[in-house]
C-alpha cells in the first residue's frame, strides 16, 4: 500500500517564499508529482522527480529524496492567484496515481 | 483548456438513483482515469482504463462500474446513490507509456462533474 502525508494547511505573504513538505512510504516508487488545484477546478500539473535532487521550474522547485521517501514544493515570490491546494502524488507500477490529502496555501497581501 | 471534456458539468439527484457520467480524452490519450474528490477529502483513485481494457482499480464500490469505449471515451456508471456519493467526480487522460521510469507521462484532469444526491 501507499501512505503520503502533506500539511493541511499553510499560509504565507504575498512575495514571500513556502516551502510544503511530502512524506511518502510506498511499495515501489515510479515518479512523484505535484499538481495545483483552485477551489472547485480540475488539478492541474506543476512538476515530476523520478531521481533526487531539484527540479526548478520558474518560481516553483521540487526537490526528492527518495532514500528518505520525501519531496518538497517550494513556491518563490507568491502572488495573490497561487492561492490553491497543492497536491503530492506518487506513481507507483504502471502509470497509477496515489495521491496525498493536499495542502491548502493561503496567500495574503 | 487540458482538452479532457466531461459531461455533465453539474447533477442533481436523489438517494437510490443511477447516473452515468461522461468522458473523453485527449487526442491520442489512451488511457483514462477515474478520481472522486469529496469535500475537504483528497483525490480518490476509482478505476483506470487503457484502450478499452480495466488496467487498474482502487477503492472503487460495488455499485460503481466503468467502460471504455472503442472511440476511447469512458462512462461512469453510479448505482443506488447515497448521500455520501456527492462529490466531485474528476477525469483524468495521458498516453500512459506503462509507467516507464524517467518519462513523466502526467495526467491531463478534465473540469470535473458534480454529484449532488439529495
Known amino acids: 500500500g501507499q501512505n503520503i502525508d502533506q500539511p493541511t494547511e499553510m499560509t504565507a505573504t504575498e512575495g514571500a517564499i513556502v516551502q510544503i513538505n511530502c512524506t511518502y512510504q510506498t511499495s515501489g516508487f515510479n515518479g512523484l508529482f505535484w499538481y495545483q488545484q483552485h477551489a472547485g477546478e480540475a488539478p492541474t500539473f506543476l512538476s515530476y522527480n523520478v531521481l533526487d535532487g531539484l527540479e526548478e521550474k520558474g518560481r516553483f522547485s521540487s526537490f526528492l529524496s527518495r532514500s528518505k521517501g520525501y519531496s518538497y514544493l517550494l513556491l518563490k515570490e507568491l502572488q495573490m492567484k497561487d492561492s490553491a491546494s497543492y497536491l503530492c502524488a506518487v506513481r507507483a507500477a504502471g502509470n497509477k496515481l496515489t495521491f496525498g490529502g493536499g495542502t491548502r496555501v493561503l496567500v495574503k497581501p | 483548456d487540458s482538452g479532457v471534456t466531461q459531461t455533465p458539468k453539474h447533477l442533481i439527484t436523489a438517494t437510490g438513483q443511477r447516473v452515468t457520467l461522461r468522458c473523453s480524452p485527449r487526442?491520442?490519450?489512451?488511457?483514462v482515469y477515474w478520481y472522486q474528490q469529496s469535500l475537504d477529502q483528497g483525490l480518490q483513485f476509482l478505476i483506470q482504463y487503457y484502450n478499452g481494457e480495466e488496467r487498474a482499480k482502487g477503492n472503487i464500490l460495488e455499485r460503481f462500474s466503468a467502460q471504455q469505449f472503442p472511440d476511447l471515451h469512458s462512462e461512469l456508471n453510479l448505482s443506488s446513490l447515497e448521500l455520501g456519493d456527492s462529490a466531485l467526480y474528476f477525469c483524468?487522460?495521458?498516453?500512459?507509456?506503462?509507467?516507464?521510469?524517467?518519462?513523466?507521462?502526467?495526467?491531463?484532469f478534465g473540469p470535473g462533474t458534480r454529484l449532488t444526491v439529495l
Open positions: 487526442s491520442g490519450d489512451l488511457s
Open positions: 483524468a487522460s495521458s498516453v500512459d507509456t506503462g509507467g516507464t521510469s524517467g518519462v513523466v507521462d502526467e495526467q491531463f
